[in-house]
């Protein structure tokens, strides 16, 4: 069916090509005859033929043969305006009718590579220059000041950053190389922005030869500009959600698999499935205890419950995902020397039973987690307190919907504003997404599982409530920091440190099997190369390392691992690329981040339009969030808002950001 009409659209095409090819052979022949005297025919007789030339060349296939007859049927028709004075039905509305006639075979129409770039250089420069003026801060503060251009303006820039790529649905998943209905449904498989790479890869370098673009080179890591340790802790927290490739060492497509549930719905807090969420809250509750989650306290702080009793998982929590790296744990306990296991086994003892397998990784993730279980059980006490009548389901599943909006506005209001090198901020206006092309159900790709691990901003070391930490083994899992800090000091901690600087020859020892896993990830899901990904951005293309990388060590120790430009794994290339100027990730991963975040988080069911509008009944309670929720979520922007309403002493908080205080525009 589909090569019939595609026959028939190419009939119909060269039908057209025929018919206004003669009839402007014709004009021509006939303007180009007029006698002496009448150079204006003349000239239009020439135009008839250069308007020909243009036929020919979209017969050929070349779209620029599409504007070269409009200039002249432009030109044409300005001559009988102008010139002649004989304008309309019998001249004008003709010429018109030639160039209208191809607009429907345009899209059929290739545009020829030296076109193609000239027109990425020229967008781009105007795209700059569009971004420059957001960066200007008296323009920035007056389109602040005037919402309804505030909100178009934000429109604007999502749309520009989404619409950088093809929307959903992706072709392409990696369950086959070719598109099934099964790789079309089956989100187990991940998701991928391109097609299997041709490149054999067992021909590109070994991971030995990339090592020196990951490890660090001297004592000093290079610190990020920009970022305090919140970013890296947030990130992480983020990402651990829904980038979740699956772990299971049984199944042999493991690394092309995930366990998510593709949208930001909190897993790490309330779990990946209902039963897991049921284990988590409290049974039976009272009414003071309506619609809450399991906590206890600790040195006089509200943290979750422990996941162990004694050497075993409490039985309560036997359906909660095992905290990834458990079996370390054990093995340590069972095999280390006695002080080891002592210590470790009080390690494995202060595990969280989270709803999340990694949100027990390192401190920072439990700090994020333990804020937003306080600020459920504060949301549905004052729920309940508001509502005598609801039950324990509504009060839990209302306090659910207003964590989860808020959640998603610190990652667009707080976290991309924090990433984003304008000045602009950028509002969760859910409304961009309500009518958006890209408004299309979520499906996590492979490339994102590679380009958000960010691993080079952890730094080697991290102080908490005054006691230095290495990052290496002993840090990993191990909640103790965070107890002993207090959830305040441990917020003021985090946003008081330099995170390292994302980039490579960056990436602290104990986390460089991470990043050797990556490579070896990106690999069997036979991932194209950087370069290819450059083209689907609609990039300029590279032709040396120096493209990659302006850094003339990291561009060579790239041409001596694979020798082509066009080899580079995309793992690779993305983390070399130099930083971009005052953000703190490199160009290609902004964009990724940026276009995803958007696409995913405002694509959210809570945010979409019946769901997330309030009743137009200001008195009447919101369905979805209640008054109260939704009081809450327009009063919450940054991760700060969330912690001042969850800790003892709010009043005297200290710096609380992603941003370094004092951080100056590069
Ligand atoms: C000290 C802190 C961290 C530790 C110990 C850690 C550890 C790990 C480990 C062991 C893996 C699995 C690697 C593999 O076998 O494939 C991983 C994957 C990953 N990490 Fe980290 N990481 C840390 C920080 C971060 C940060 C700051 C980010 C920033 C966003 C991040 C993002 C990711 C992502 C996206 C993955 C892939 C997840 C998946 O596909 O399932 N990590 N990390």
Known sequence: MAQNSALSRQTVFIATCLI?????????????????????????????????IGIFVMAGGGRHGFWLLSAVNIA???????????????????????????????????????????RRKLLGKIGDAAMGLLNIPWLVGLIAKIPPLDAFINRIVINRIVNQVRNRPHVFSTKTPYTSWSSLTDTRWSARHLEASPIDQTTLPAFEKLRPLFARTEDTQRMCPKSTCLFPSFAQYLTDGFIRTATDETSPDRLKMNTSNHNIDLCPLYGRTEAQTHALRVHNPGPAERGKLKSQIENGEEFAPFLFDGDAIKPEFALL??????????????????????????????????????????????????????EHNRLAGEIGE?????????????????????????????????????????KADPKAAWHAKWNRTNWIT????????????????????GTTHQTNRSYFMNNQPLIQTGLAQAF??????????????????????????????????ELRPFSDYLEYMRRLPIEKMSDISSDPEVAGL??????????????????????????????????????????????????????????????????TFSRYGWEQIAACGSL??????????????????MTQQGWQRE
């Open 446 to 465: 492979t490339e994102f599982s590679l380009l958000y691990r960010w691993h080079a901003l952890i730094p080697d070391e991290i102080t908490w409530g």
């Open 321 to 374: 995902d095992k905290p990834l790296g458990l079996e370390n744990l054990d093995k340590a306990i069972a095999n280390g020397t006695p002080e080891v296991a002592k210590s470790v086994h009080e390690k494995r003892g202060r595990l969280f039973a989270f709803g999340g397998d990694r949100a027990n990784s390192v401190p920072q993730t439990a700090m994020i987690n333990t804020l937003l279980l306080r």
């Open 558 to 623: 790239l041409q001596e691992a694979y020798g082509d430009v066009e080899t580079v794994d995309f793992f690779v290339g993305i983390f070399c690329e130099d930083r971009v100027k005052n953000a703190p990730l490199p160009s290609m991963i902004l964009s990724f981040v940026a276009l995803d975040a958007f696409s995913q988080a405002l694509t959210n069911p809570l945010l979409s339009e019946h769901v997330f509008k309030p009743p137009t009944d200001p008195e009447a309670d919101h369905p």
């Open 640 to 657: 700060r808002d969330l912690v001042a309403r969850n800790v003892a002493n709010p009043g005297s908080l200290g710096f609380i950001g």
């Open 492 to 525: 003021e901690d985090m946003s008081a440190q330099k995170a390292g600087e994302l980039g490579p020859r960056n990436t602290t020892e104990a986390l460089l099997n991470v990043e050797e896993a990556s490579v070896a990830q990106g690999r069997f899901c």
């Open 386 to 426: 508001r509502n005598p009548g609801w039950e324990d389901e509504q009060v839990f599943e209302t306090a659910r919907n207003i964590v989860i909006v808020q959640f998603i506005k610190v990652v667009v209001e707080d976290y991309i504003n924090h990433i984003a090198p304008s000045e602009f901020r950028i």
């Open 76 to 118: 044409a028709v300005a001559l009988f305006i102008f010139v002649i004075e004989d304008a309309w039905l019998r001249n004008t509305l003709l010429h018109i009718i030639f160039s209208a006639a191809f607009l429907s075979h345009l899209p059929y129409l290739n545009v020829p590579r030296s076109v193609e770039l000239m």
């Open 20 to 52: 206004i090819g003669l009839i402007m052979a014709y004009r021509g022949y006939i303007y180009f005859g007029a006698g002496p005297g009448e150079g204006v025919l003349k000239l239009l007789g020439v135009l008839h033929f250069v308007g020909i």
